[in-house]
């Protein structure tokens, strides 16, 4: 079983930054594809960024690209995501996910195919 914690989230100014983080136990972490889903307030659960173990390929939903960076730290078993000129409309609860296929690309996650989530970290951006 994996276990998921995501940490970072907190209240920001518009145009500010925030990196989170996700600590993942167990010793397949290198070999799962990670992501980063959002949820806001009477909306669905959306994807944000994801990374494969292959490569570290990475991608992202459009409206992220330029000012968010996912990233991996396989040694430490953690995953991060850089959140760079934040706008009022990325306000939601962000989610750490992954899904322990081989096979998933980054291009191919979505919350149908995730394993293990997170328990979520609040992110807030003022405007």
């Known amino acids: 079983q994996v276990q998921v914690v995501e940490s970072g989230g907190g209240l920001v100014q518009a145009g500010g930054s925030l990196r989170l983080s996700c600590a993942a136990s167990?010793?397949?972490?290198?070999?799962?594809?990670w992501g980063w889903f959002r949820q806001a307030p009477g909306k669905e659960r959306e994807f944000v960024a994801a990374i494969a173990w292959r490569g570290g390929v990475t991608y992202y939903t459009d409206s992220v690209k330029g000012r968010f960076t996912i990233s991996r730290d396989n040694a430490k078993n953690v995953v991060y995501l850089q959140m760079n000129s934040l706008k009022p409309e990325d306000t939601a609860v962000y989610y750490c996910?992954?899904?322990?296929?081989?096979?998933?690309?980054?291009?191919?996650?979505?919350?149908?195919?995730?394993?293990?989530w997170g328990q979520g970290t609040q992110v807030t951006v003022s405007s």
């Open positions: 167990g010793r397949t972490f290198s070999t799962y594809t």
């Open positions: 996910a992954a899904d322990n296929s081989p096979f998933t690309t980054a291009q191919a996650m979505s919350v149908h195919v995730i394993d293990y």
